[in-house]
């Protein structure tokens, strides 16, 4: 299983970006998809998951400007991110709980990170 992230870049202050993440090889069952980012010195940390079911949850510092979303026929999740800010500088890395077969357990999958910059 591979998760590929995209769409990071440089961005205004104000600005947005979306981001994507696709997960691909064999595949049985998605359970949730998350984003975490990692600013430089920080650790890292959670900024919005999105169960099966569909419901979402935010970091506090990221509510009313971020919305996760999933496309679940492409195994696909998206962040969209407007207003960004320059503290919202970070790499951003996917994470989906993925079932390989029926009878395996959920295991946890990371993306490559993509490089957010906000400049101010």
């Known amino acids: 299983v591979q998760l590929q ?20 090889g064999s ?8 984003w975490y980012r990692q600013a430089p010195g920080k650790q890292r940390e959670l900024v919005a998951t999105i169960p099966s079911d569909g419901s979402t949850n935010y970091a506090d510092s990221v509510k ?6 999933r496309d679940n026929a492409k ?6 991110m407007n207003s960004l800010k320059p503290e919202d ?18 295991r946890d999958f990371w993306g490559q990170g993509t490089l957010v910059t906000v400049s101010s």
């Open 64 to 69: 009313g400007r971020f919305t996760i979303s």
């Open 89 to 106: 500088t970070a790499v951003y890395y996917c994470n989906a709980r993925i079932q390989t077969t029926a009878f395996n357990p959920y």
């Open 75 to 80: 195994n696909t999740v998206y962040l969209q």
């Open 27 to 34: 595949i049985f069952e998605i359970n949730s998809m998350t």
């Open 5 to 24: 992230a995209s769409g990071g870049g440089l961005v205004q202050a104000g600005g947005s970006l979306r981001l994507s993440c696709a997960a691909s």
